[in-house]
């Protein structure tokens, strides 16, 4: 698949994520930085047919107006970028802040969700054909919204399709608006962040309709990461978990979102499904976002696991992780984007459970183990090839 | 295998780990705790011929005196084994001790290792003798020894024979002396320890010609067993290790033992071995081992991890781990002799690599990846059924 | 005031800080113990006149009928303390069990709060005539309460006596009824939890008027004993700190009150005024109080420190306290009681500010800082000399 | 002494800790930072005659060549400089860099010690010439020094000075060189370091002869400052602190000295102290100095102490220190300059007690506990008032 033209599109495309996995693609195409965090270009993974970095355009969607090159220096302050590579990049990061458009706002959108989604769809249908491209993956990076109400109309298709026609219904959070218009786009579809996106049932049957595979849900680069590795070796010693407590100290845009309990609830609820499928639900999981907005980009996260040994003695493993998140999701964002693209053009439809690896509460797949996700990710990618 | 009757000749049967063992085997036996840490009650190898917690008989070499019975209500008050335990299994506990005879000393021996070596195999034969075993495991879990220099008779079987003869020479250190006179003996031998043990071409060489199997070295129970789980999950996502710092705060008698630096000698280089193969050369790795005798039987490491990831974004993971050595220890060494006997029931020779899961420093593998050697295991396990 | 016999009347007689104190009592007594934590017995309070061990004589009150020797035996169970200790002074706790008597509970009292503060006013002069001690101190050591709503009657001792009188009100929490009961009785008071206790306008003018001394709140023990510490260090070098987040994992009786999130508030909020006073108010601070059943009477703490340094670098310090809180709660009690009651002796009236070392909100002080509150203390307990 | 020109002459002045306070001069000089982390700009020190940021000219020493704007390039690489506040005052960096002059080495210095202190001493008298400055503090910042063997003529001036005659001989260790040259100019000296510098009985009597005061040694930043914080908390609680173990990690110049054992001997000899001071010598104190150079100017230093409570229960507690040291360092440098200056200007001569506060291993002071120390600065600054 090297030499196709493919785009990513991104959802939330003036956010850290985003503006970090833009500037790291702009340098690894000049050769300005190793592939430091890509998975796709491990030995395990020669061989599978995949998008070059020079293959890749980008374009996207956002809420707010700040130009993709100011946000970049901001992140460099804060030491998610190298202010070198920022202004090494810094016309690149101009071309790709000339592909971006206003986002879908519920506050400010007028009409129907099916407006919106119209009109969100042909902004992608436009990027394709203005750059002659094979196909685009959306990819949602934007903020992470609350839990969204069960309403019955995401059971089904047809009948969402008539609440979206409805101008005074708002029947899908922002995100599935985002999903939906990806779809009907033809589009390919990863869901980096917690919120719904495309994890409906109406979104599923629409998917497997345009026989289009999607990904996601919620980019596991930290705390939950360690969860998957460490889990399984208490399970494979035999050791008896009783408690595993967490707190998680973030600050950026991303903290500042999830000091809403509401935003919060989502990613709460997002990291305890893989500790409850790891370790059961008797085991005492209390788990804190605290917003620290000192702390900028870095997140740091502190664990404390009690566990017993033979003959039931107590002891303890504490774990204290210092990251920055998005130089943690960027490369994944750009590996997500080639794994599903080559999913795609080989005809693969539904939730690519397979890329269980990447995602804290994986769609299409109950593995949590990341030994076995790691397994599955290399079988799967090499019987693209 | 059940209801084959199995010994377990323990060399260090007066220490923490031995007596550890001891005293949980008998409660396992009563019914008084559950399997905790005992990886040979998982699921994962039920219908492998074990012998159960009945058949098996335990015995053993030590060169200090106390009394089994004295050793467990120290190690209940360091908080190592419950106090009701100890005094629920003090018949049987005295039983054991009945069985422990006087190990090999170099600096109280008179003659030749040799002479030594047919001593030891004795105690052993009248061991299996006297209580009808079909085989016993002998499972070394002494003191730490100083690594032993290299000499040419470690390297063949025939001229360390004649060397062993000599009455002045001490060929051996005490704990290859032991493995000699268990695999005379006609005994599978496990090294739990980081010394020299069975891990010489010679005592390969009789192992094979023996027909018999053995396993080792250095029991995988705290740090080393977090890195083992770790390490490959930077390797998997692609982010550069660049220092894996640690330092290992102990009492207990292997604290004072690795306080001379010649004896912590082994343990570091058999820790350091494992980091090596998982991370390669390239990374700044300080190890530290302080005795510390008021923490007793706990054991605290530290583990800092600095790493870098997307566009050379420094982070860094730091891990705290506060164990009881022993009874980490103890449920390994029970699972080690149930596994060994099964493989010398099947007619396995030689190292037995597919018990890198239960090892620092494996003897016939060379992998570390901890999820790869529980596949492992599981794989080598069944296949004995 | 050696030789001079002393009441020590504990609300919470039954429960784990009382034990433990009472154990102790009874092991110092008897020279089974050294004095590790008191902080009555350093040469700096040396010659300041205190009742001796040998003077004490203990009682309380407690809603829970579990007797002390059994209630020790679980304590000795958790670690808090030694077994043989407990064996030892078993005879010791069933006569200090036999002083205890019914404490008053909302749900279960008929009547005013007048009368359950006649009938435990009551208790308390008894047990001072039936052992003829020269005074008794009142110390609250029971369950932790929510926060009380402010009722004009807490500021007059008119207005508090008649609504006491109204059968048909509960105008006082029950740590209030029993300060009350305690003034009434012409005792000292000690209010070593956050509960309202004696910190109210009403209570301040009765302690006055009977010329009775007091002293409180929340022992200071664990987590902000350390920001006391630490935080004018930072004050000292100039550095800013700009998070201090903390979170605290603990079982045990306080682990399940704390678990409701009305009464986990009073100790939140006990534990954050401390470090407004120390960093004033713009310093971002979350705290969490987690429920850990499975720690029993340990409690980990684990606080995460950011602070600015010259020119604006970030920088961090992070801490992780692990301890037995009665372990260390239990000492003080004891220290308190020989303090207030040397107070008394010497006329003191009034909240002592003096005793701002042994509390996170300190009646009658607004000083913090633990350096300058050990100073005061040193102080003010000389001048009773 | 506010419009008094004063000069800081740094031994050492390429370093990380030099060109950290310089350009922090710099900055602080034109408002564009805040003074966070100098201590004399805390209200407790208002009112003390101190030269203000425009009386301060730099000049001084070092034995490498890389300008001062590179050498603070790449500190802002690192994360201890922000890169506009270098680029902001490269022309002041420029300026300083005119004023720095070979440093005196062992290795390439021809001649007696005596000649070679006579052209440092040159060098500072000329600089105070050229500027017209009413005094010279000398501050050493150059890299830590192996432990200087004991000699007789260390004792004595005399006989030192007829050594120093000595083209055969190097009786003293650069760091003293440095110091005694300083002495001769004139000028008081303060020594940040570890290295002997003026700690010697004949420089004692040098510096007294020429009624010089002096301050040292080796500036407290990191995990010594929190010991000497943390120390005296257990001893007021009358807590038994059994061990307190430490790993510092660290990269940059001072990690690259540090790495070699002798070199490391020094710094570990200094922290030593301090411990010994507060705890008494039977507490086990394991002390370890990492080179980890990927953590560049970042160190990270983890402490863990174990300690006894009421009835001999263990606890403990665990710290890890993220600091950037030279940012910790630099604005100490400062302050020492002014207050050490102001010192001489009102008399003071000989080792400055009570300036421990400052350092690890204090020059006339035994004094180590941090509260104490910070008081006794407080006291004795405005007594210069
Ligand atoms: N390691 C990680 O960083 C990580 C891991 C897992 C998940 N995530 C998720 O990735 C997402 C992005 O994180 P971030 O740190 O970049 O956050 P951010 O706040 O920096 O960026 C989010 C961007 O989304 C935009 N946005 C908000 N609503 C939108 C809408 N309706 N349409 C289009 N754009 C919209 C915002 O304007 C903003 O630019 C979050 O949901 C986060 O939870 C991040
Ligand atoms: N988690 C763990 O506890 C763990 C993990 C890996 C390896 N190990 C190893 O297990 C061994 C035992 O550890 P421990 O904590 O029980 O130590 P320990 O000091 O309590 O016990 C060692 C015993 O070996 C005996 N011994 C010494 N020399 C002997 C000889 N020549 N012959 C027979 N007996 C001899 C000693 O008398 C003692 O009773 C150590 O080598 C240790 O490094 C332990
Ligand atoms: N380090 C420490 O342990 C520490 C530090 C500061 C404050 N405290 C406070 O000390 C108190 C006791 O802690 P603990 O761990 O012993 O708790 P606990 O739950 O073990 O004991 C509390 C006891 O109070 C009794 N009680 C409850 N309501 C009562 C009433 N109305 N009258 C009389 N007795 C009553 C309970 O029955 C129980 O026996 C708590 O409020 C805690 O917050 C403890
Ligand atoms: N927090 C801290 O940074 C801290 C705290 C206490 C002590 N110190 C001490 O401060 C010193 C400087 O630390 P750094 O991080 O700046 O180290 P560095 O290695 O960056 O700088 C040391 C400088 O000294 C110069 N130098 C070496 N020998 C010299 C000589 N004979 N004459 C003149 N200059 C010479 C070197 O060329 C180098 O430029 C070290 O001794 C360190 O132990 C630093
Ligand atoms: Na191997
Ligand atoms: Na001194």
């Not at 495309?13 to 996995?21: E, I, M, Y």
């Not at 685009?136 to 969204?148: K, R, Y």
């Not at 589009?187 to 990904?215: H, K, N, Q, W």
């Not at 409850?276 to 804190?288: F, I, M, N, Q, R």
Request: include cysteine; charge should be negative.
């Amino acid at each position: 698949m090297a030499d196709v033209p493919t785009g990513l599109w991104l959802i939330g495309a003036r956010g850290s994520v985003a503006t970090t996995a833009i500037t790291g693609l702009l340098a690894l195409r000049r050769g300005l930085a190793p592939p430091t965090g890509c998975v796709t270009e491990l030995p395990e993974l020669a061989g599978v047919p995949l998008p070059g970095w020079d293959d890749l355009v980008v374009g996207g969607h956002d809420v707010v107006g700040t130009a993709l090159p100011e946000r970049a220096e901001r992140l460099a302050d804060g030491g998610v970028l190298p202010h070198r590579l920022v202004e090494a990049v810094a016309g690149g990061l101009r071309a790709v802040d000339g592909e971006i458009r206003a986002g879908y706002h519920p506050v400010t959108h007028r009409g129907s969700q099916a407006d919106a989604a119209r009109r969100l769809a042909a902004d992608i249908t436009g990027f394709r054909e203005r750059h002659g491209l094979a196909r685009v993956v959306v990819v949602n990076v934007s903020s992470t919204e609350p839990p969204a109400p069960d309403v019955a109309e995401h059971d089904d298709l047809a009948a969402l399709e008539r609440a979206l026609a409805d101008p005074e219904r708002a029947v899908l959070p922002p995100s599935s608006v985002a999903a939906y218009a990806a779809l009907r786009a033809g589009c390919p579809f990863v869901d980096f962040t917690p919120s719904t996106g495309i994890a409906l049932p109406a979104l599923d049957e629409l998917a497997r309709r345009e026989r289009l595979p999607y990904a996601g849900r919620d980019g596991k680069t930290g705390e939950t990461l360690l969860r998957t590795v460490l889990a399984p070796m208490f399970g494979a010693r035999a050791l008896r978990v009783r408690s595993w407590s967490g707190t998680n100290l973030l600050g950026g845009g991303d903290g500042a979102t999830l000091e809403d309990p509401a935003h919060a609830q989502s990613k709460i609820a997002s990291k305890a499904r893989g500790l409850d499928a790891l370790l059961g639900k008797d085991v005492t999981a209390p788990l804190h976002i605290d917003n620290v907005p000192d702390l900028g980009e870095r997140k740091t996260a502190w664990d404390h696991v009690s566990f017993e040994g033979f003959l039931g003695v107590p002891m303890s493993l504490q774990l204290t992780w210092t990251g920055i998140d998005s130089a943690l999701a960027a490369p994944l964002v750009l590996d997500l984007t080639r794994l599903v693209a080559a999913a795609h053009a080989a005809g693969r439809t539904g939730p690519l459970g397979a890329l269980a690896f990447f995602f804290k509460d994986p769609l299409g797949s109950d593995e949590h183990r990341f030994a076995e996700q790691t397994r599955e990710l290399y079988r799967w990618a090499q019987e693209l090839a």
